[in-house]
């Protein structure tokens, strides 16, 4: 009986071990610091030196951003990160303003020029993270 005690504290701690250690893998490496606003940018990031083309623009804002600071996450469509499902991203290039607490603040979808002056106004607000 004794024996049979021994073996369920080993699996309830094993099984907690193995709990605790998947939460770590998950919440550290999918996004940047929770308490900081960041920014999710989903694009053709092969499209980055092209000129004259909106998504290019696009994606120079946003590592404009990064470059004074601010925390950004860049993916491909092709990408199997998370992120992408967790923050609902059907359109390219869509760029997603997250919170602090992890929640969608602002979203910027499609490369209309009407986008590329919004998302530039909203960028510039961002503080440094």
Do not use: N
């Amino acid at each position: 009986m004794r024996g049979k005690v021994v073996g369920l504290i080993c699996v309830i701690a094993i099984s907690f071990g193995i709990i605790i250690y998947k939460q770590t893998l998950t919440a550290g490496a999918s996004q940047p610091e929770p308490s900081k606003p960041w920014v999710l940018l989903v694009a053709e990031l092969r499209e980055a030196d092209e000129a004259h083309d909106s998504c290019a623009d696009i994606i120079r804002l946003v590592r404009e951003a990064q470059a004074r600071g601010i925390k950004t996450e860049e993916l491909t469509p092709q990408s199997d990160s998370p992120l992408l499902s967790k923050y609902h991203v059907l359109i390219i290039p869509t760029v997603v303003i997250v919170g602090g607490d992890g929640q969608e603040k602002a979203r910027f979808e499609g490369e209309d020029e009407k986008t590329v002056k919004a998302l530039k106004e909203q960028l510039s607000k961002l503080k440094e993270g």
